[in-house]
């Protein structure tokens, strides 16, 4: 049984700071990592992916990847109240491409 | 704009009763899928299908049909096996790697 992990949360930080948002996967043949965001009520956006050790940036967007550790991150910068959503972990191996999506982290960003 | 429409937003399903969620996609994706999401949970997948004319079982099929007659489509019916359907429902498409796309989504209850 493949499995993605995820705090729950809600993860508070305040406007302008660095959120951190943390996923661990079981799988060790796993190839492709996502995240996506999803607001209250709406359907899961895709924000990032990621396909190999190290750092990816987008933006105030930044997806860490450590396979040996089994562990996926994103960090947002200079967050901001709009960035308040729920932040899902999605991570695939290769051939079906159908990901396994962990059950989300809620983050809060406060004025 | 490309992209995939979920219709209807909002629909209710008396006891015993079939309904059909539709789902379109001009992405031209070859592979489609359906989630359902509970509060609290992560997406748990129903059917997917790579190919026209070919769907696969996902984790939680009992209960559900699905049919792939054109690229572009990829109806899901909501049969009155399934005992607890009230969920928001997200169909979503994908070239492969690279993630999905995910459609608004449709809020089913049962009344």
């Known amino acids: 049984q493949k499995e993605v992990e995820q705090n729950s949360g809600p993860l508070s930080v305040p406007e302008g700071a660095i959120a951190s948002l943390n996923c661990t996967y079981s799988?060790?043949?796993?190839?492709?990592f996502f995240w996506y965001r999803q607001y209250s009520g709406k359907s899961p956006e895709l924000i990032m992916s990621?396909?190999?050790?190290g750092d990816k940036e987008d933006g105030r967007f930044t997806a860490q990847l450590n396979k040996a550790s089994q562990y996926v991150s994103l960090l947002i910068r200079d967050s901001q109240p709009s960035d308040s959503a729920t932040y899902l972990c999605a991570v695939s191996s290769g051939g079906s491409y159908i990901p396994t999506f962990g059950r989300g982290t809620s983050l809060i960003v406060h004025p | 704009d490309g992209g995939i429409t979920q219709s209807p937003k909002y629909l209710f399903r008396k006891e015993g009763q079939n309904v059909t969620l539709s789902c379109e996609q001009n992405?031209?994706?070859?592979?489609m899928y359906w989630y359902r999401q509970d509060p609290g949970q992560g997406l748990r997948l129903i059917y997917y299908s790579q190919i026209v004319n070919d769907f696969q079982k996902g984790d939680i099929a009992e209960g559900y049909s699905v049919s792939r007659e054109k690229k572009e489509s990829f109806p899901l019916t909501v049969t009155s096996a399934q005992k607890n359907p009230t969920a928001f429902y997200l169909c979503?498409?994908?070239?492969?790697?690279?993630?999905?796309?995910f459609g608004s989504g449709t809020r089913l209850t049962v009344v």
């Open positions: 990621i396909y190999s050790n």
């Open positions: 979503a498409s994908t070239t492969g790697a690279a993630g999905y796309t």
């Open positions: 992405l031209n994706h070859d592979a």
């Open positions: 799988d060790r043949g796993s190839q492709s």
